[in-house]
């Protein structure tokens, strides 16, 4: 089993609709959990962080967290052309200095 | 402006020939870390710094080696090359929120 796991895709969602990405994790420990966006032939760029359970809204961009189930998700609202890109979930364990990245879930948007 | 430069940003090299891939940071970041990237496989963690003179493992290290002289630099050295070190390389810093990474703009490398 991966330590973090994300649906490759591709998931496809028509312009402003609701995109909604899902990573799972095998650590119970893991503390602090992170979501980056990959463009093509671009490097990973942070867009939210989230530590404690519940929902942290960030403009369009919405992470949940539930940590008894161990998985964490972003949703995209109103979803852009311009969102299009691979969206990589990153844990990090309790006190750890080793940030785990998941496969990423490769997002289309199509107008 | 903040960033993480990385040199060269492409290369290709034959198997047995050293190389080495520089990083350099200029936001005085203490944490810095290289990853690889593979098709279906997602980032890798391969070494990291959390200061300098102070490197550890990551999750994929054989066949590299690392430095931390300054503060700035972090070298990635192919002491070997072999054609399973073919990857996309990205070198990333921090101030210690070590989930929060600045990433350079990755360097591709071939060996042949």
């Known amino acids: 089993q991966k330590e973090v796991e994300q649906n490759s895709g591709p998931l496809s969602v028509p312009e402003g609709a609701i995109a909604s990405l899902n990573c799972t994790y095998s650590d119970r420990g893991s503390q602090s959990f992170f979501w980056y966006r990959q463009y093509s032939g671009k490097s990973p760029e942070l867009i939210m962080f989230?530590?404690?359970?519940g929902d942290k809204e960030d403009g369009r961009f919405t992470a949940q967290l539930n940590k008894a189930s161990q998985y964490v998700s972003l949703l995209i609202r109103d979803s852009q052309p311009s969102d299009s890109a691979t969206y990589l979930c990153a844990v990090l364990k309790a006190a750890g200095n080793k940030l785990t990245f998941g496969g990423g879930t490769r997002v289309l948007v199509k107008p | 402006e903040a960033q993480v430069t990385q040199n060269p940003r492409y290369l290709i090299t034959v198997t047995g020939k050293k190389l080495t891939v520089t990083c350099s940071q200029n936001m005085n970041h203490e944490y810095m870390s290289w990853y690889r990237q593979d098709p279906g496989l997602g980032l890798r963690q391969i070494y990291y710094s959390m200061n300098v003179e102070v490197t550890d493992k990551g999750d994929v290290p054989e066949g590299y080696k690392v430095s931390r002289k300054e503060k700035r630099n972090f070298p990635l050295i192919l002491e070997s090359p072999s054609p399973n070190q073919t990857s996309l390389y990205f070198c990333?810093?921090?101030?210690?929120?070590?989930?929060?990474?600045?990433f350079g703009e990755g360097s591709r490398l071939t060996v042949l």
């Open positions: 989230i530590y404690s359970n």
């Open positions: 990333a810093s921090t101030r210690l929120a070590v989930g929060e990474l600045f």
